[in-house]
């Protein structure tokens, strides 16, 4: 069972926009910690695509944003693309654990 | 660009150790934390822990206290993650992560190795 709640699965038709959602409580995103995403392509290792909440890193398209409210937090993918088709995570901090936690991932079907 | 490249896949007995490298190739890890993430088959990503390799500091996930050590290596170009007394539930892609800063509140992952599988089996 992970810290961070995320849906399992997600679909969308390319062009269309989705959002992921990653929902945390008072001891990590609520606290005020910041939230990551990563993209993970089949037998790849993950990608950063967002940090900070809703900074992109250098060669990461703008359909990809992120944003925080709260205790959640989601990613939104706009103008979808057959190659966005992977597994996503969030991940944040844990004051109560001490230590940093992951979402359990959602699957994107494009 | 650094890359982070991991030790080759292996197999292990049950109750047994496994040890994994990750070196830097193309500069070295001393501005930066390196921490460790695991996946089993089909499974989520899982933090197990960390260390700060200039420091020699390393902080662990609370289910692995006791059985994870993290370390690296002088030069701070390479970390390691042992993990001991190993079941079959510890079979898993281990991945090593580098972070930009200590603060591991803040700690982001921007590069990751390219992972090492790991068989528990008898």
């Known amino acids: 069972q992970s810290v961070l709640t995320q849906p399992p699965s997600v679909s969308g038709a390319p062009g269309q926009r989705v959002t992921i959602s990653c929902a945390g409580s008072s001891s990590d995103i609520g606290a005020g910690y910041d939230v990551h995403w990563y993209q993970q392509l089949p037998r790849t290792a993950p990608k950063l695509l967002i940090y900070g909440d809703t900074n992109r890193p250098s060669g990461v398209p703008d359909r990809f944003s992120g944003s925080k409210s709260g205790t959640s937090a989601s990613l939104a993918i706009t103008g979808l693309q057959a190659e966005d088709e992977a597994d996503y995570y969030c991940?944040?901090?844990?004051?109560?654990?001490?230590?940093?936690?992951f979402g359990g991932g959602t699957k994107l079907t494009v | 660009q650094v890359q982070l490249v991991q030790s080759g896949a292996d197999v292990k007995k049950p109750g047994s150790s496994v040890k994994v490298s990750c070196k830097a190739s193309?500069?070295?890890?001393?501005?930066?934390?390196v921490s460790w993430v695991r996946q089993a088959p089909g499974q989520g990503l899982e933090w197990m822990g960390r260390?700060?390799?200039?420091?020699?500091?390393?902080h662990y996930a609370q289910r692995f206290q006791g059985r994870v050590t993290i370390t690296a290596d002088k030069s701070t170009t390479t970390a390691f993650m042992e993990l001991s007394s190993l079941r079959s539930e510890d079979t898993a892609v281990y991945y090593c992560?580098?972070?930009?800063?200590?603060?591991?509140?803040?700690?982001?992952?921007?590069?990751w190795g390219q992972g090492t599988l790991v068989t528990v089996s008898s």
């Open positions: 260390i700060i390799p200039v420091l020699g500091i390393a």
């Open positions: 991940q944040s901090y844990d004051s109560s654990l001490s230590g940093v936690v």
């Open positions: 193309g500069g070295t890890l001393s501005s930066y934390a």
């Open positions: 992560a580098r972070a930009t800063g200590y603060n591991l509140p803040g700690n982001y992952f921007d590069y």
